[in-house]
């Protein structure tokens, strides 16, 4: 064990109500950075031998996983048969079979964009759709209903993988709007 201090001066000051959040920020940020920093330093060094940090700055971070990783193979019957509705949506309702005909209709890189806008991973788990992950364990694609607006446009909650999915008068309308999110969703627009 090794006391190290969080801040120049931290082994003499107590953690109180006033200071906790940042002795919770220097907690974290010492075990997810310093305390690794010299195999982050080495990763890095490797890493950019064959990339150079210029090229890595053109990318956000989910272009920069599907660059890393690969574009996934997405099988949608399993996406579908693992898909949860809630808020008045059923696997029946029109909105819904809409909504599955565009996911067929669309490429597998508005596919992978798709999974990325609403679970915030650009893969599928070993297992398939059954096995994704939440914020606090396995948690279902959902599907949520929004009441429509002109112009709405989808949002998702990436922490429990739900998509909100307005209730588009047609299938035309859902899939101009799903791919306007898709493609500008990282802009954190709900109106467009």
């Known amino acids: 064990m090794e006391e190290v201090p969080l801040k120049p001066g931290g082994g003499g000051i107590l953690v109180t109500q006033n200071n906790k ?24 060094q490797g890493f950019h031998m064959f990339i150079p940090p ?11 996983e599907l660059l890393l990783s690969g574009m996934p193979e997405i099988d949608v019957s399993d996406w ?21 005909e565009v996911v067929e209709d669309i490429t597998q890189e508005e596919r992978v964009l798709l999974l990325q806008f609403v679970t915030g991973s650009s893969r599928v788990p070993h297992g398939g759709f059954a096995n994704i992950m939440g914020g606090s364990g396995l948690q279902n694609f959902t599907i949520a209903a929004v009441p429509y607006t002109p112009n709405l446009l989808p949002t998702s909650s990436t922490c429990i993988n739900m998509l909100k999915l307005p209730e588009y008068p047609s299938k035309e309308i859902l899939k101009d709007r799903l791919l306007v999110a898709l493609h500008c969703g990282s802009y954190g627009y709900t109106m467009a």
């Open 80 to 100: 579908i048969k693992n898909t949860e509705y809630t808020s008045g949506y059923e696997r029946e309702d029109p909105v819904i079979q809409w909504f599955w």
């Open 54 to 64: 210029s090229l890595i700055q053109l990318f956000d971070e989910y272009e920069l």
């Open 21 to 44: 959040a940042e002795y919770v920020q220097l907690v974290t940020e010492l075990r997810m950075t310093r305390a690794i920093q010299p195999q982050i330093n080495a990763f890095l």
